[in-house]
């Protein structure tokens, strides 16, 4: 578990908190915001989306060895969205509650061509035979994502009738599996004891909990509304368990599995926006 910690944190790591530090003070600067509250809110919305990111990381090492791993994980990543919708219902802000799984959709699409650029020494990606599936699949998710914010509210019921079934085909896709499959110690899924499943999911709710109350607080004294945060900001941090996880499974030969990953977790976006919208018809802040 200590090891999980000590790698939970790079240089990358440090560059992204760094990005949302000058994105907060900046924007109270030119905004009229107070930069020192800003600068506050920035560590306090870090330091909740390491735990969460770490609860994820956990999630996932504890399971790295089960089959489909590649579906697994993109669920499992997609935690840090589903609190954010969760936390735009409870405040009556659909826009707010969409904006993060939404604009993961962007993120990590882009994300996961960052790692393979970083990998492509050492990735056998040429022989990879369905890039050209996920390659649409990431372009249609990403333009359903965008479609979003510029249609009238009244349209959001079509949208999700849309999304809903393209995410399902994409998702129902069969493909054989070509990744390098590696000799593993049988016992490497066991080397952390599966009581921290729970641990990780009570740091995760634990971490959303607080995770509400700090965005308005940010948002206020930064003056950017709370969908500019979650579109451009949480999705950005949200996805950082994404990169993480498809650097991991690219280092092990396993180009399907972290297609996969990106490709469930941006149809899971499309989902928990889909449910958002059910759910904010129902209780009528739609």
Do not use: C, H
């Amino acid at each position: 578990m200590k090891n999980i910690l000590y790698n939970s944190l790079s240089k990358l790591d440090i560059i992204s908190w760094t990005a949302v530090i000058l994105f907060f003070t900046l924007s109270s600067l030119f905004l009229g915001g107070n930069i020192l509250y800003s600068f506050g809110g920035a560590i306090l919305i870090i330091v909740l989306m390491f735990f969460v990111g770490f609860s994820i990381e956990l999630m996932l090492e504890i399971l790295k060895d089960k089959k489909g791993i590649g579906k697994i994980s993109g669920f499992i990543t997609n935690g840090p969205e589903a609190l954010v919708v969760l936390i735009g219902l409870i405040s009556g802000d659909i826009l707010f509650a969409s904006s993060t799984p939404l604009g993961s959709n962007i993120m990590n699409p882009l994300l996961l061509i960052l790692a393979i650029i970083l990998f492509w020494k050492i990735i056998n990606f040429k022989k990879f035979g369905y890039k050209l599936f996920f390659t649409i699949g990431f372009l249609i998710l990403a333009l359903l994502a965008i479609s979003f914010f510029v249609i009238p509210e009244n349209y959001y019921i079509y949208w999700a009738i849309i999304g809903l079934v393209f995410s399902i085909y994409f998702f129902s896709k069969k493909y054989d599996n070509q990744d390098i499959q590696q000799k593993e110690d049988e016992e490497t899924g066991n080397k952390i004891s599966n009581i921290y499943l729970v641990l990780a999911f009570i740091v995760l709710l634990i971490s959303g909990y607080y995770l509400g109350p700090v965005l308005e607080f940010t948002s206020e004294v930064s003056a950017v509304s709370k969908g500019i945060i979650g579109f451009f900001v949480l999705s950005f941090l949200t996805s950082w368990p994404e990169f993480k996880s498809i650097i991991s499974l690219l280092k092990r030969q396993k180009i399907l599995a972290s297609f996969e990953n990106i490709l469930v977790s941006s149809i899971t976006n499309i989902w928990l926006a889909i449910i958002g919208i059910v759910v904010g018809i129902i209780i009528g802040i739609i």
